[in-house]
Each structure stands twice: as structure tokens, then as C-alpha cells.
């Protein structure tokens, strides 16, 4: 779909998904959807404990007035590893803004892992890309965002638009911050993006502080990522935040090396965190 194309149609879309564990230990999803946003088949190709679910949205991509709405229930002792078969794609918008949000609750005992592929600002968007999730005492999550600006590689550069960014932990973690094609001090600086369109932000969280010892285990296993990909032209750092948070965040020219290390900390959490192998959603490997 082209960027003109795109833009003569909007869309409304919400999708709810709620993930119970059953009597027997089988993780069930039940999908609920307005619009053309949907959950194709559940598989749990690491047995029944964990429900693999790649979410699609028909479309092809977000156009200025479209509003994708993504609502998460994980109830108790739920564990989800939720995907996307592509990327998403933010196009030229001709006048209002177009808007994903994804609002998660996780029950006490529940593990998500919130695991879409890369989001594309194309030249000429005005997007907005929110996610809140809201994690009960005992709940964790590992969860990642990555932004691709514009298509630098197929000589299309983010030249014009505005990208707004929102992800939050209530009351815990905010980061929220606006990418705008005419901010060359942003764009271009060593203080800002210094001139890479490939931006990761990736999170292990909790809903309560972690043990000193599991906070600095779960560093240690990132920067030992970061240092086996030190031969790729990505820029990374990991902090750890009020003991509930840790976040990696990089920056690179294209978004392979970005992804590489973010399926590499993912893995290496899921070790450390849940003692759980490095399984990947096969949706990947197609």
C-alpha cells in the first residue's frame, strides 16, 4: 500500500485480548475484535503453560485518523509471548493523527512478553505510539518498542512528520518524547540520535522491587549482550530503575542490529528471570 493509497480510507480498530490458565495448566486466549484488527490461531510451542499469540492487522499499515486500540488481560498465573507476523507502519498522514495504543493489565503470578516487530514512521506521518502496562505485585513482563524513522536504506530519510512516543508503567517508569522531522539538533547531534533512524527500547519490569542480586544478574546478562554485538554499529546502554525496572536502550543506522540484540537480551532474560529457554515466537522464522 502506497502512502497516497493509504490515505484515502481510515479505520477504527480495537482488539481485546483476555489469557486465563485453565484447571489443567493450559494457557487459553480469548479474543474479542471491532474492525479489522485480529488474533489468528493460539500455539503454544513450548507446551501448554505459554500461549503464543501474533496479533495482524489487515490493513497493512496506519494512516493519519486511524486508531488501532490493543487491550491486554492477563489474568492470574497467565503467561503470553504476543507478536507481530511484519512490521507496523505509520504513513503519510493528510491531516489528523494516526494512533496505536495498547493497554495491558497483568494479573499476580501472570508473565507477558510484549514482542511486536519494528514500527516505521514514513516520511510525512504524524503518528502516536502508546502503551501502558499495569503490572500487579507479583506480575513481571519483558516488553520491547523499536522505531525504524523513515526507510533510509530504499533512499526514502524521515524528512517531514512528527513521531510522538508513550510507554509507561504507572507510577513507576514514564518516558515519553516527540521525534519531529524538522528537529535537526535531535536527529543529528552525539547528544541526541546522532544521525541513526534505528531507536530500541527494551524492558524486563516488575510489579514490585527485585532482589538486589536479580537486578544486577539481569544487568550483567544485557551488557553481556551488548559486548557480543559490539561488532554491529549499535549504540547501547542498560540502567536499572527503583529496582522494578531494567531497560536497554539502543541506537543503530538500520533496524537488523537493533533487533538482533534485542531477541539476544530477551533470550538471556528469560534464562536468568524464569529460568525458560531462549524460545522464539515461530512467526519469526517465516
Not at 80 to 98: D, E, K, L, N
Request: net charge neutral; proline share 6%.
Amino acid at each position: 500500500m502506497s502512502s497516497a493509497d493509504a490515505a484515502t480510507t481510515t479505520w477504527h480498530s480495537r482488539l481485546e485480548l483476555s489469557v486465563r490458565r485453565d484447571d489443567d495448566g493450559r494457557c487459553v486466549v480469548q479474543a474479542t475484535h471491532v474492525g479489522p484488527l485480529r488474533a489468528l490461531k493460539t500455539l503454544h510451542p513450548e507446551g501448554p503453560a505459554i500461549a503464543h499469540q501474533v496479533l495482524v492487522h489487515p490493513p497493512g499499515g496506519i494512516v493519519g485518523g486511524d486508531r488501532l486500540e490493543i487491550a491486554l488481560d492477563l489474568q492470574a498465573g497467565a503467561h503470553a509471548v504476543i507478536t507481530t507476523p511484519g512490521a507496523t507502519r505509520f504513513y503519510r498522514s493528510a491531516g489528523g493523527a494516526g494512533v496505536q495504543q495498547v493497554h495491558a493489565r497483568v494479573a499476580d503470578g501472570a508473565r507477558l512478553e510484549w514482542l511486536p516487530l519494528e514500527s516505521i514512521a514514513h516520511s510525512g506521518c504524524l503518528a502516536e505510539n502508546q502503551a501502558r502496562f499495569e503490572l500487579a505485585a507479583s506480575a513481571e513482563m519483558i516488553g520491547w518498542d523499536l522505531l525504524a524513522l523513515g526507510l533510509p536504506a530504499a533512499g526514502e530519510p524521515f524528512a517531514a512528520g512528527r513521531f510522538t512516543q508513550h510507554l509507561e508503567l504507572p507510577g513507576v517508569w514514564l518516558e515519553r518524547g516527540v521525534i519531529d522531522s524538522a528537529d535537526s539538533a535531535l536527529l543529528r547531534s552525539p547528544l541526541g540520535l546522532a544521525d541513526r533512524s534505528a531507536l530500541l527500547t527494551l524492558w524486563l519490569a516488575a510489579g514490585r522491587a527485585l532482589p538486589a542480586r536479580r537486578v544486577d544478574a539481569l544487568v550483567d546478562a544485557a551488557r553481556e549482550c551488548v559486548q557480543a554485538h559490539a561488532a554491529q554499529p549499535v549504540l547501547a546502554g542498560v540502567t536499572a530503575l527503583q529496582q522494578r525496572v531494567i531497560v536497554l536502550r539502543a541506537l543503530a543506522h538500520r533496524v537488523e542490529p537493533a533487533m538482533a540484540l534485542a531477541q539476544a537480551v530477551r533470550a538471556a532474560w528469560r534464562g536468568v528471570a524464569w529460568q525458560l529457554p531462549a524460545t522464539a515466537p515461530r512467526v519469526w522464522r517465516t
